[in-house]
């Protein structure tokens, strides 16, 4: 079977580097908040061209902390999708604070200026927009100014979309804030959990450093309330510096997967939304169409895995009971019954992505 991606492909690739990442830890014998996490955040920050980079344990600690570092607390409605896999939603629920659910765009699958202008007169007291599949929110740019020109934080998500640029930036260096996760499978990812925070303010860094740790403000003396312990490993952050430099070419590997797909697929029952440069670095190539269970079902049985990213929007989550029962977003709704995520992931051979495009487009519904 053809996995949507391929983690011991990618292990094998690199055993040497991993082994001698790892192995440099063991010699040191410092495996905590040690020198590999420090060089980690340096260059990671300097990769997106950030003052700060503050590492945790895994992405959604990262949204958690940023966000209450940017002042969120307990009771505040906080505007994000409901399309992003409720990462979000669930760290607004470990605060105490309210989803306020944008709408997105169909072709983007991400939100749009005039959904956070809505969001904003609304009143919400911080925005959390997603680059979702790792394509760059197109108007994150007027989204930031306008988030600042009205005095409310702004995170960015980038847990799907490390090295995406627009407007000749990296994402994660528009908003007050920006997430990243470490998962194994995203764009950038070690062999086990980890996550971080960036951001260009001295004192939302010097917050989120005190939360993963205590609360403390030095060794052993806690000034803040609702820390917790979330800290990157020294293995993790070896393991990590290994791979940064080769994040870029990872994600032209994958955007040439995404434009194979684009040009190649043939089939009036499928839309493919086109991106072609470096604004979208595919950390999840989606297709859409009105009988993907059918195209699902034709893809497994030509020896092709896929998936759908994701079947529950936020709101419908049963977590939530009758809470938004009256609530209906039109494009999350109707994305959610025609997304279908296909194999994409840097170590798929030219082969076997010609084997996805026969397979899609030789299914008839
Ligand atoms: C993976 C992911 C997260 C959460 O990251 P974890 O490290 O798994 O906690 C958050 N947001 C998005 C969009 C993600 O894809």
Known sequence: MLQINNLSERINKHKSEISGAVARVINSGWVVLGPEVKRFEQEFAQYIEARHCISLANGTDAIELALRAMGVSEGDTVATVANAGMYT????????????????????????????????????????????????????????????KKGVALLEDC??????????????????????SFYPTKNL?????????I??????????????????????????GNARNSRLDEIQAAILLEFLPGLDACNSLRRNIAKTYCVEIN???????????????????VVRSMQRNSLREHLKSAGIASDIHYPIPD???????????????????????????LPCYPEMTHIQVEQVVHAVNTWKP
């Not at 309210?98 to 956070?116: I, K, R």
């Not at 009036?268 to 190539?285: E, G, R």
């Open 199 to 224: 951001t260009n303010s001295d004192q939302v860094a010097q917050k989120v450093q005190g939360l993963r740790q205590y609360g403390w403000s030095s060794k052993y003396k806690v000034e803040l």
């Open 315 to 341: 709101y419908q989550q049963p977590v939530f009971k009758d809470e938004y029962k009256s609530l209906h977003l039109k494009n999350t709704a109707q994305l959610s019954q025609e997304i279908l995520t």
């Open 159 to 180: 847990a799907q979309a490390h090295g995406a640029r627009i407007n000749g930036r990296r994402v994660g260096s528009f908003g007050t804030a920006a997430s990243f």
């Open 189 to 197: 990812g070690a062999l086990g959990d980890g996550g971080a925070v």
């Open 89 to 148: 939603t669930t760290a607004l629920l470990a605060i105490g604070a309210s989803p306020y659910f944008m709408d997105v765009d169909t072709a983007t699958h991400n939100v749009t200026l005039q959904e956070v202008e809505k969001a904003l007169s609304f009143g919400v007291s911080a925005v959390v927009v997603t680059h979702l599949y790792g394509l760059a929110v197109t108007e994150i740019e007027s989204i930031a100014s306008l988030c600042s």
């Open 267 to 285: 089939n009036a029952n499928v839309t493919c939304d086109q991106v072609n440069d470096d604004s979208y670095v595919a950390h999840l190539f």
